[in-house]
């Protein structure tokens, strides 16, 4: 059993920053791939990003790319999301994931989730 805790979420202005985190607890974090997804209002849950075990490697939705980056830091049991020049339309429920067998952009694949961060970016 992992559990999630996600932070950081909040209300910005467009072009702002915010960084969330996610710390787990319970099993070895270092185990599981994690990822980042979304869900804005009358939407479905969208992949965001995600990373390896080891944090090498990473990837990204189109529509974040360049913008928002995904890191872990596995002594801290904590994973990050960095977003940067944000935009209305990021306007989202944000939740961490923890995926016990290998990095993926598919909701379904993933074991255990975070209860969410709100983030409203206003234009």
């Known amino acids: 059993q992992v559990q999630l805790v996600e932070s950081g979420g909040g209300l910005v202005q467009a072009g702002g920053s915010l960084r969330l985190s996610c710390a787990a607890s319970?099993?070895?974090?270092?185990?599981?791939?994690m990822g980042w997804f979304r869900q804005a209002p009358r939407k479905e849950r969208a992949f965001v990003a995600a990373i390896t075990r080891s944090g090498g490697t990473t990837v990204y939705a189109d529509s974040v790319k360049g913008r928002f980056t995904i890191s872990r830091d596995n002594a801290k049991n904590t994973v990050y999301l960095q977003m940067n020049s944000l935009k209305p339309e990021d306007t989202a429920v944000y939740y961490c994931a923890a995926d016990a067998a290998a990095i993926s952009r598919s909701w379904s694949d993933y074991d255990y989730w975070g209860q969410g961060t709100q983030v409203t970016v206003s234009s």
């Open positions: 319970g099993r070895t974090f270092s185990s599981y791939a």
